[in-house]
């Protein structure tokens, strides 16, 4: 039974919208095997049932996953988010290089082939002032493909991860001192109050994050406050907690506009991508100044409707609306 979980309502939503819907996985798509998991309505809430289905009358499909699909038997089915928008975003420097430069600290990408010597000299010339530094996976996500080190080691960092072979190329960054979370930001109900409290008295690393959903021209925002709970973790791990919160309206207003700017350009750039899911990741510098920390648009981790019944339920909306737009080709210009 899924009633309260995010398929279950998600299903709701969308048939509430004139959709039907299956979840389907790459085995659904392999072979003509065509398995896939068809939700059924009861008093109780949904049960998901495996049906054989027809791929060819699936209309649109919001891929979850962090890769392209790649299957030739889904390449006729309009995705959120489509290949060609995953692979452009999976590039950390190509996003600060082409869309982020204003809004990001500096990054500088080390390839991790012939020219790896040459990127690691200018990266202590760039970084000669910062003592500490940012190193990360050029297509990684969460904090697993993160290190935080002293500069003077990045060198032998970078030694060791050709010698380990198959490495992706680096990104570097300097070490971000954050400021504290503005006082414009409060909890959507008195608990979510309490726990944003409790971030600000124990300096939990905390961001900001504003969700996106694109359908053609119109963009819908929905805010959350994500915060690791465990100060031994980094942001991006399993501990990360999702709060529903409240912004003022000039703060709101700027972290609007610069996710809008951020959206558009990338799905411009992916090939001018007409609907799409995103999340753009604030921190708040000494000044108070937002700055971006990530944009994940490959595909973002979402607050969960059981969790978070205010941001969840605006989104999953959102979602489902832009899913019967793509379903029924229309693009909202």
Do not use: W
């Amino acid at each position: 039974m899924l009633d309260k979980t995010d398929n279950g309502r998600f299903v709701r939503d969308l048939a509430d919208r004139g959709l039907s819907a299956v979840v389907t996985n790459m085995g659904t798509f392999i072979d003509g095997d065509s398995m896939a998991f068809v939700p059924r309505f009861t008093d109780d809430g949904v049960v998901f049932e495996p049906r054989a289905i027809n791929v060819a009358n699936i209309k649109t499909m919001q891929n979850r996953v962090l890769s392209p699909h790649g299957r030739p038997e889904a390449a006729h089915i309009p995705k959120l988010n489509p290949d060609a928008l995953k692979l452009y975003a999976g590039s950390k420097s190509r996003m600060y290089d082409e869309v982020l430069a204003q809004y990001q600290v500096e990054t500088h990408l080390i390839h991790m082939d012939d020219d790896t010597l040459g990127d690691i000299e200018t990266a202590l010339t760039l970084f000669a002032d910062e003592r500490q530094i940012t190193v990360k996976s050029d297509n990684g996500t969460g904090s697993k493909s993160t290190r935080h080190m002293d500069l003077s080691e990045l060198a032998s960092y970078v030694d060791m991860q050709l010698k380990n072979g198959n490495s992706p190329n680096l990104v570097v960054q300097p070490r971000i001192d954050f400021g504290d979370l503005p006082q414009d930001v409060t909890g959507h109900t008195p608990e979510d109050q309490k726990r944003v409290d409790t971030t600000r008295e124990q300096a939990l690393l905390n961001e900001v994050r504003i969700m996106c959903v694109k359908s053609g021209d119109k963009l819908t925002f929905i805010p959350v406050l994500r915060v690791v709970m465990n100060k031994e973790e980094a942001m991006g791990g399993a501990s990360d907690t999702y709060i529903d919160i409240d912004i003022s309206e000039e703060l709101l207003a700027k972290l609007e506009l610069i996710t809008a700017d951020v959206v558009r350009r990338t799905a411009v750039n992916a090939g001018d991508i007409q609907h799409a899911f995103a999340a753009v990741d604030f921190y708040f510098n000494e000044s108070g100044e937002p700055r971006v920390m990530e944009v994940n648009m490959r595909s973002p981790v979402a607050p969960r409707t059981d969790k978070n019944p205010h941001s969840g339920r605006l989104m999953h909306a959102a979602i489902a609306d832009t899913m019967y737009d793509m379903a029924e080709g229309v693009a909202n210009e």
